[in-house]
């Protein structure tokens, strides 16, 4: 019985091991990218996020819940997501090489604009 035991604590401790290897390389990842990005910034090629997220308050009123950098045809683009004064959440989607605002998505858009 104990070595049965053992086993079943040995599977369990590598399956956490295997976990958080995953973990640490997807923290990697993601730093690299953020890394990258930071790289474009001081380049020119990119705006910097924190000038978008100071034009979005100016303009509108709400709290970020995410921010993700995507990639189409390599172009980068913001997508930002904001929750306002009513609860409602708003995506917002930003040309990181300009900070021109794309689009916008969501329920009640002018409760979060600004006057």
């Known amino acids: 019985m104990p070595m049965k035991r053992f086993n079943r604590c040995i599977k369990a401790l590598t399956l956490v091991a295997v976990g958080l290897m995953a973990c640490q390389s997807l923290v990697a990842a993601d730093d690299d990218e953020w890394r990258s990005l930071h790289r474009e910034v001081e380049q020119g090629h990119v705006v ?67 006057p």
């Open 48 to 114: 910097a996020l924190s000038e978008v997220l100071d034009w979005l308050e100016r303009h509108y009123i709400g709290q970020v819940l995410e921010v993700e950098l995507a990639r189409d045809a390599d172009l980068p683009r913001y997508e930002i997501e904001m929750i306002g004064p009513q609860g409602q959440v708003v995506a917002f989607e930003f040309d990181a090489t300009t900070g021109e605002m794309l689009g916008i998505e969501g329920v009640n858009i002018d409760g979060m604009t600004r």
